[in-house]
């Protein structure tokens, strides 16, 4: 038997978003094998492989998003958790834990027995929280104030809008609102630093993506050939003892030959490099 992965380097919980993987065969069995290759034990589970893993209809090619919605927003509302169920174990069992789970079910349009579904379905697939891309301020509250019935934290995720005071008005809205902070695009969108705002913020930050951009609403780049300190970031981590993970995006252009499992070995070899 081989050892069961192991991210967890110096009191830092390293992850991966399985979007990382969006190049590669994604169901829920190829995602946790490419965890196990990559040495890593605690993910952030984009919605798909989890809803197709537990039977979730497939829109067909010839079916619009507007035909599809109504047909998978009902298989949400009488979703079986059993299933869920059986992914989690399969995940644990193999040494993975999922403490996030994102599921294309937050949105304005969803109905709130779809996102009751996002709670219950992350409750029992393990996770933490639920991450979104970050909403208009009527949705944050919607989402805080269902968020507080289900008492599980939503992160909210944005990109190169974000500034040091973007998340402010939801934070305000629920104690079940926190920020998914990705500080790659925090470093492109505001040319500056993250640090000040996790040590401001960390009590709210509910995971936290890495990656590597410029400033100026510059590219991605191979890790340490941007301008992001994620050196820095991970070195506050350990030292402020934060318990919040920090979750690999592989968003970087691969390099010929290369696959997105050879890339991210690379980026949690980095990680741990930073947190020696």
């Not at 984009?46 to 599809?68: C, I, L, N, T, V």
Request: contains cysteine; glycine residues 6%.
């Amino acid at each position: 038997r081989r050892a069961k992965p192991n991210s967890l380097i110096n009191g830092v919980q390293i992850g991966v978003i399985t979007y990382s993987f969006r190049s590669m065969p994604g169901t829920a069995e190829d995602l946790l094998k490419y965890c196990i290759d990559c040495n890593i034990n605690a993910i952030e589970l984009m919605g798909d492989a989890a809803e197709a893993y537990a039977g979730a209809p497939k829109r067909e090619p010839s079916q619009s998003w507007a035909d599809y919605a109504p047909v998978i927003a009902a298989w949400r509302a009488s979703a079986n958790m059993d299933k869920f169920k059986e992914l989690r174990k399969m995940y644990n069992d193999a040494g993975v834990t999922i403490y996030a789970w994102k599921p294309n079910a937050l949105g304005p349009k969803n109905t709130d027995a779809e996102i009751d579904y996002a709670f219950n379905a992350g409750k029992v697939l393990g996770c933490t929280h639920v991450t979104v891309e970050l909403p208009d301020a009527a949705q944050t509250q919607r989402l805080g104030d269902i968020a507080a019935k289900h008492k599980m934290m939503v992160g909210y995720h944005a990109h190169t809008q974000a500034t040091p005071t973007l998340w402010d008005t939801a934070l305000a809205q629920s104690k079940y609102n926190g920020i998914n902070l990705d500080i790659g695009h925090y470093t492109a969108g505001t040319s500056s630093s993250p640090v000040p705002f996790i040590e401001k913020y960390h009590e709210r930050i509910t995971s936290m993506h890495i990656k590597d951009r410029k400033f100026h609403d510059g590219p991605n780049a191979p890790w340490g050939e941007g301008d992001t300190p994620i050196k820095e970031v991970l070195q506050l981590m350990k030292k402020n003892k934060y318990e919040f993970p920090a979750t690999i995006e592989l968003e970087y252009k691969l390099p010929d030959g290369s696959d997105a499992v050879a890339e991210v070995k690379k980026c949690r070899a980095f990680a741990a490099e930073a947190l020696k």
